[in-house]
């Protein structure tokens, strides 16, 4: 279900939404730091960006298109669509019980977000091989439809082999 153009913010409330959260800049003089770590710095953040892209597309399968549409929106309106969605990482309002701010999109945020298939319930996720292992492994969690492996570093003499407690890939649930 999607919400009626009469249940979506104007831009008065959008700024009176935005402005619930308060700006931080964070300021720090890396100039300090060797040149290494300078280097090892700049991965930390590059990867920080890519786990960015990650959440935002297991928040909602829709996000990123919907982004990209919000960012072509010059108006005023779009601009504070924009800077909400990238505040909330989605469509909902955090701070209002997870409900969507925009047009077009489901009423609240979906149960198990973009984590699992829309389409698979409880019942499937517990089923799949391996689920026991990988679900009492601390891990936190598994994706159904991924492929994955934990893989230690190798020496140049031997392979590591997986022992008593290891997780192994999993299949793959679906094509």
């Known amino acids: 279900m999607t919400l009626s153009a009469a249940t979506i913010p104007d831009l008065a409330e959008l700024n009176r939404m935005i402005a619930r959260f308060a700006p931080v800049e964070l300021h720090a003089d890396a100039s300090k730091l060797s040149p290494g770590d300078q280097k090892a710095l700049a991965k930390l953040l590059d990867a920080a960006h890519v786990i960015d892209d990650i959440f935002l597309e297991q928040v909602w399968s829709g996000n990123q298109a919907l982004r990209a549409k919000l960012a072509a929106d010059p108006s005023p309106l779009g601009k504070a669509r924009l800077r909400y969605f990238d505040l909330n990482k989605g469509p909902w309002s955090d701070l ?73 890939p999993l299949a793959r649930a679906s094509a």
């Open 96 to 168: 209002d019980d997870h409900a969507a701010f925009l047009p077009g999109v489901p009423e609240k945020q979906l149960p198990g977000a973009n984590f699992y298939p829309a389409d698979m319930g409880k019942a499937d996720v517990t089923s799949l091989p391996g689920y026991e292992a990988v679900a009492h492994s601390g891990l936190g969690g598994i994706s159904p439809r991924i492929i994955f492996t934990i893989t230690a570093p190798q020496s140049t003499s031997a392979r590591r082999k997986p022992g008593p407690g290891s997780v192994l």
